[in-house]
Nanobody, 123 residues
Framework: QVQLVESGGGMVQAGGSLRLSCAAS????????MAWFRQAPGKERDFVAT????????YYADSVKGRFTISRDNAKSTGYLQMNSLKPEDTAVYYC????????????????WGQGTQVTVSS
């Protein structure tokens, strides 16, 4: 089992920045791929970003490329999502997710989820 706890959400004006954190605990979290998804009201939960266990390769949804940066600190068992140049359409609940070993952008393949953190961007 892996437990995930997100933090860092909040309200920000368009153009602002937020950094989300995802603290992992439980089974050797460094063996797990970490990803971020988001879900806006009335919409499906969509892929945002993921990275390999080493952090050496990253993948982003087209809608956030160039604005968001995913990273991880395996020593701290924590993942991060730095969000810059935020737009009102980035408003959503952001979820951290984990799965063993193999990277994926498909939410159905993730075994573990955090409780989510709200991000609200005003225009």
């Amino acid at each position: 089992q892996v437990q995930l706890v997100e933090s860092g959400g909040g309200m920000v004006q368009a153009g602002g920045s937020l950094r989300l954190s995802c603290a992992a605990s439980g089974r050797t979290s460094s063996n797990y791929v970490m990803a971020w998804f988001r879900q806006a009201p009335g919409k499906e939960r969509d892929f945002v970003a993921t990275l390999t266990r080493s952090g050496g390769s990253t993948y982003y949804a087209d809608s956030v490329k160039g604005r968001f940066t995913i990273s991880r600190d395996n020593a701290k068992s924590t993942g991060y999502l730095q969000m810059n140049s935020l737009k009102p359409e980035d408003t959503a609940v952001y979820y951290c997710a984990a799965r063993p070993y193999v990277i994926s952008t498909d939410r159905k393949t993730y075994d573990y989820w955090g409780q989510g953190t709200q991000v609200t961007v005003s225009s």
